[in-house]
C-alpha cells in the first residue's frame, strides 16, 4: 500500500516535471477564421483597371532612392510605347516645376513581352515636405504625390506599415484597405517579400505581375514600399527556359542598394528619421566570403544609435516559427548572422514567408557550438523581437498548422490575414499594433511597446521565463 503510494507521488511528479518543461510560455489566439480559400481577383476586377487613355502610365509606385531619404525612385509602366521618361515634380505650394530625367528598360519572359517599365530618381529632395509629382503627356498625364521623411535623427517620431506576401487575392486587397484605413496612419510600408505570386500561374504568366502593380498603385504611388526579396520574386524556371533568377522583380522594382555599398538589389540598408533598416535577402548566398555576408559584417559597425536609435532587420524567411509551414528553413541564415544581431542589438526582425502572424520573446540561440548541448533558445535582452508578418492574404491561403506545444519563446501567435504598425514615438519607445482583417480598422489584436535595446534596456517582453 505504501509502496503504491510512493508510486503515485512518482508518477504524479513525472507528470508535472513534463508540464513545467513543455508548458506553453507563449499564446495561440483563441481567434479561429472561417476556413475560405483565398481566391485571385479576377482579372476584370475594378482594382486592376488599366488607366484611360492611350500609353497612359500605370503601375505607379515608389521607394527610397538614397541612405537619408532626400531622393524617391519613381516607377511606372507604359503598355504600348516608351513615352516619355521624365518626372515633373514640385513642392506643394510651390509654382516651380523641377524635372528629372529617367530610363526605361523591357524584358520577355517565356512568352510574355514586358510593357515600358521606367524609373526615375529624383534627388535633393527636401526633408520633411510634401511634393507633388506627374508622369505621363497629355491627356494622359497622372498627377501623385509623396512627403519625404523627417530628417535623419534620434528624436524624430516615424510609423511603419509592415505587410507581408501579399499577392492579389480578395484577402489582399481588404489587407491593404485596412492599412490604408487605420487610424495610425503609416508613412512608408517595409514590405518583408513575396509580391504578385504570378508565379503561380502557368509559365509564371507575367501579366499577374502588371496586375498587382495596378492593384498597389494606390498606395506605393502615395509613399515608399521598402522591398524585400522573397521566394516568389525568384521567377527560377528553367523547364521554360527562364534561369536568371529575380528576373521580373529586378525590371520592375527598384532598391537603392548601391547607396550602402551594396552589389546586389536583394540586400541594402537605408535610413529613414528615427530608424536604421537593414534589408537581407534569404535567396542570396549569406554564408561566410559571400557578397552579402562581407556587406553586412561591414555595415552593422556603420550603424549609429545616437542618429539613428532604432535597428531594424527586414528578411523572408522567418528564424524562429512555430509553424509546420516553412520550419526551420531560416535556420542556416540565423546560424550564419544571430550573434551580429545580439552583439548589435537589433531591435525587432520582421519576416514574412509563413502566411500567419507570430510575435517572439526576446530570444537568442547562438550558445552551442554542435558538442555543449545548449541548443534551446535563451531569453536575452540584447536578442531582438522576431515577428512574422506573411499574413497579407495571397492565393496560397493561411498557414494553420501549428508545432505543439507552442515553444515558451513564442509570445503570441495567430493564423489569420492582416498587418502591422510599428510607431516610433522616441528614442526610447515605439508602439507596436498587429491589424487582423475581420476586425475593425482601429482594432488591434496583438500590441507591444518596445523599449529600445540601445537608449532603453530594459525588460520588455517579460513573460518568458528560460
Ligand atoms: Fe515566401
Known amino acids: 500500500m505504501g509502496l503504491d503510494f510512493f508510486s503515485v507521488l512518482l508518477v504524479l511528479g513525472l507528470v508535472l516535471n513534463s508540464l513545467l518543461l513543455?508548458?506553453?510560455?507563449?499564446?495561440?489566439?483563441?481567434?479561429v477564421r472561417k476556413v475560405e480559400k483565398s481566391i485571385d481577383m479576377p482579372l476584370d476586377s475594378d482594382v486592376f483597371r488599366v488607366p484611360p487613355g492611350y500609353n497612359a502610365p500605370q503601375q505607379v509606385h515608389i521607394t527610397q532612392g538614397d541612405v537619408e531619404g532626400k531622393a524617391v525612385i519613381v516607377s511606372w509602366v507604359t503598355p504600348e510605347a516608351k513615352g516619355s521618361n521624365t518626372v515633373l515634380y514640385w513642392k506643394e505650394n510651390s509654382s516651380k516645376k523641377l524635372r528629372a530625367r529617367g530610363k526605361y528598360n523591357t524584358y520577355k519572359f517565356y512568352n510574355y513581352t514586358s510593357g515600358y517599365i521606367h524609373h526615375c530618381l529624383i534627388r535633393n529632395l527636401e526633408y520633411d515636405t510634401k511634393y507633388y509629382y506627374e508622369v505621363?503627356?497629355?491627356k494622359t498625364k497622372r498627377k501623385f504625390w509623396f512627403y519625404t521623411p523627417p530628417e535623419v535623427?534620434?528624436?524624430?517620431p516615424y510609423t511603419f506599415g509592415l505587410i507581408g506576401d501579399l499577392g492579389q487575392t480578395f484577402d489582399s486587397n481588404m489587407t491593404l484597405t485596412h492599412y490604408e484605413n487605420s487610424p495610425t496612419k503609416g508613412q512608408a510600408v517595409l514590405f518583408v517579400g513575396d509580391i504578385s505570386y504570378a508565379d503561380t500561374y502557368p509559365n509564371h504568366d507575367n501579366n499577374r505581375w502588371d496586375t498587382w502593380g495596378r492593384f498597389a498603385e494606390r498606395s506605393?504611388?502615395?509613399?515608399?514600399?521598402?522591398?524585400?526579396?522573397g521566394n516568389h520574386e525568384m521567377d527560377f524556371a528553367p523547364e521554360i527556359g527562364e534561369t536568371k533568377p529575380f528576373k521580373p522583380f529586378t525590371h520592375r522594382y527598384r532598391t537603392p542598394y548601391r547607396a550602402s555599398g551594396s552589389t546586389e538589389p536583394f540586400w541594402y540598408s537605408i535610413k529613414r528619421g528615427p530608424a536604421h533598416i537593414i534589408v537581407l535577402s534569404s535567396y542570396s548566398a549569406y554564408g561566410k566570403y559571400t557578397p552579402q555576408y562581407t556587406w553586412l559584417e561591414e555595415e552593422f559597425p556603420k550603424v549609429n544609435r545616437t542618429e539613428t536609435p532604432w535597428l531594424i532587420v527586414l528578411v523572408h524567411s522567418p528564424w524562429y516559427n512555430s509553424y509546420?509551414?516553412?520550419f526551420m528553413e531560416g535556420e542556416t541564415m540565423r546560424v550564419m548572422f544571430e550573434s551580429w544581431f545580439v552583439k548589435?542589438?537589433?531591435d525587432v526582425v520582421f519576416a514574412g514567408h509563413v502566411h500567419a502572424y507570430e510575435r517572439s520573446e526576446r530570444i537568442s540561440n547562438i550558445a552551442y557550438n554542435v558538442v555543449n548541448g545548449n541548443c534551446s533558445p535563451v531569453k536575452d535582452q540584447s536578442a531582438p523581437v522576431y515577428i512574422t508578418i506573411g499574413d497579407g492574404g495571397n492565393i496560397e491561403g493561411l498557414a494553420?498548422?501549428?508545432?505543439?506545444p507552442q515553444p515558451k519563446?513564442?509570445?503570441?501567435?495567430?493564423?489569420?490575414?492582416?498587418?502591422?504598425?510599428?510607431?516610433?514615438?522616441n528614442r526610447t519607445h515605439a508602439h507596436y499594433g498587429w491589424h487582423r482583417n475581420q476586425d475593425g480598422c482601429a482594432v488591434q489584436a496583438d500590441t507591444m511597446w518596445f523599449h529600445n535595446r540601445f537608449w532603453y534596456p530594459v525588460d520588455d517582453s517579460p513573460s518568458f521565463d528560460s
Open 22 to 31: 513543455f508548458c506553453n510560455g507563449g499564446l495561440t489566439s483563441s481567434f
Open 136 to 138: 505621363g503627356v497629355g
Open 153 to 156: 535623427g534620434p528624436d524624430v
Open 220 to 229: 506605393t504611388a502615395y509613399q515608399p514600399w521598402i522591398w524585400t526579396a
Open 324 to 326: 509546420d509551414y516553412h
Open 344 to 346: 548589435n542589438k537589433v
Open 400 to 404: 494553420n498548422k501549428m508545432t505543439e
Open 409 to 425: 519563446y513564442s509570445a503570441f501567435r495567430e493564423a489569420s490575414f492582416g498587418h502591422a504598425i510599428f510607431s516610433i514615438k
